[in-house]
């Protein structure tokens, strides 16, 4: 609720899922949706900072077949680093 996302307490989910890094790693495609201008900060480090555990995200550039969806607030700044292409490697 802090972050905005849920009005009420009633609002939030009673179950959620967490998955560790190698988990979410041994995925065979990895999809990853980014909306809303909160999570920007997050996809500049997820997409331009060093691969570390100082950001876990990071591990998905890592992955053969990783997908990253943002919209136009989440991923701001992120095409101004020379091509999205050539930072995470693709050819």
């Known amino acids: 609720m802090h972050d905005g996302c849920f009005k009420t307490?009633?609002?939030?989910p009673k179950q959620a899922l967490s998955l560790t890094v190698p988990t979410l790693m041994s995925g065979a495609h990895l999809v990853c949706t980014v909306p809303t201008a909160k999570?920007?900060?997050a996809c500049l480090?997820?997409?331009?900072?060093?691969?570390s555990a100082e950001c876990p995200a990071t591990?998905?550039?890592l992955h053969p077949d990783c997908n990253f969806f943002m919209d136009n607030e989440s991923?701001?700044?992120v095409a101004e680093f020379e091509t999205v292409e050539t930072v995470l490697g693709a050819k």
């Open 45 to 51: 480090r997820m997409i331009m900072g060093s691969i």
């Open 75 to 77: 991923g701001r700044g």
């Open 59 to 61: 591990a998905m550039r």
């Open 9 to 12: 307490f009633d609002d939030v």
């Open 39 to 41: 999570k920007n900060n």
